[in-house]
Nanobody
Framework: QVQLVESGGGLVQAGGSLRLSCAASGTTFSISNLAWYRQAPGKQRELVAAISYRGSTNYADSVKGRFTIFRDNAKNTVNLQMNSLKPEDTAVYYC??????WGQGTQVTVSS
């Protein structure tokens, strides 16, 4: 049974930073592609950032230069460092493993 537990969401002012973390168990984490998605109210879920099992990364245009995804295979975690946050980053953020398993989501709210 794969379990993903997210943490690190919260309320922050525009220009601030947050770090999201997703801890995985029950999966071959080190050979899995990982990603963070987000879903704002009334909008579709969108890809924010992804990191392959080899470590290559890609980002949505809207977060390039502000967000960084990184993984720690020894701890089975994938993290999202979010800097220079904007109100439009407000959403529920979900981690994803191997394009299949999803976390429960963590709320990020950026006030103006």
């Amino acid at each position: 049974q794969v379990q993903l537990v997210e943490s690190g969401g919260g309320l922050v002012q525009a220009g601030g930073s947050l770090r999201l973390s997703c801890a995985a168990s029950g999966t071959t984490f080190s050979i899995s592609n990982l990603a963070w998605y987000r879903q704002a109210p009334g909008k579709q879920r969108e890809l924010v950032a992804a990191i392959s099992y080899r470590g290559s990364t890609n980002y949505a245009d809207s977060v390039k230069g502000r967000f960084t995804i990184f993984r720690d295979n020894a701890k089975n975690t994938v993290n999202l460092q979010m800097n220079s946050l904007k109100p439009e980053d407000t959403a529920v953020y979900y981690c994803n493993v191997a394009s299949y398993w999803w976390g429960q989501g963590t709320q990020v709210t950026v006030s103006s």
